[in-house]
């Protein structure tokens, strides 16, 4: 059974930074694409970057390019997600998952994902 935790959310200013970590139980990321998503308050899940097995990330949401980076620890099976210049507008709750191989920016290519963990960038 594939579990994912994300955790790291918190309230933070305008150009604050903060680092989102992904727990993965039950499957190795050697064979996986980890995605991130989010949720921002009256708006659909959209997916905003991805790790695949090769660990290259690819980007779905323009806005993140240039502040936004993922990176894994295949010994702690865990992956990050690293937010510098935080603004307003990625105010979310953000989400963790998992699928085999390869990258997706659907959320209906994922079957597993964590709980959420939210993000508010506010003065």
């Known amino acids: 059974d594939v579990q994912l935790q994300a955790f790291g959310g918190g309230l933070v200013q305008p150009g604050d930074s903060l680092r989102l970590s992904c727990v993965v139980s039950g499957r190795t990321l050697g064979n996986s694409a980890i995605g991130w998503f989010r949720r921002a308050p009256g708006k659909e899940r959209e997916g905003i970057l991805c790790l695949d097995d090769n660990d290259v990330t690819i980007y779905y949401e323009d806005s993140v390019k240039g502040r936004f980076t993922m990176s894994r620890d295949d010994a702690k099976n865990t992956v990050y997600l690293q937010m510098n210049s935080l603004r307003p507008e990625d105010t979310a709750v953000y989400y963790c998952?998992?699928?085999?191989?390869?990258?997706?920016?659907?959320?209906?290519?994922?079957?597993?994902w964590g709980q959420g963990t939210q993000v508010t960038v506010s003065s």
């Open positions: 998952a998992a699928r085999g191989y390869r990258c997706s920016a659907s959320t209906t290519a994922f079957r597993s």
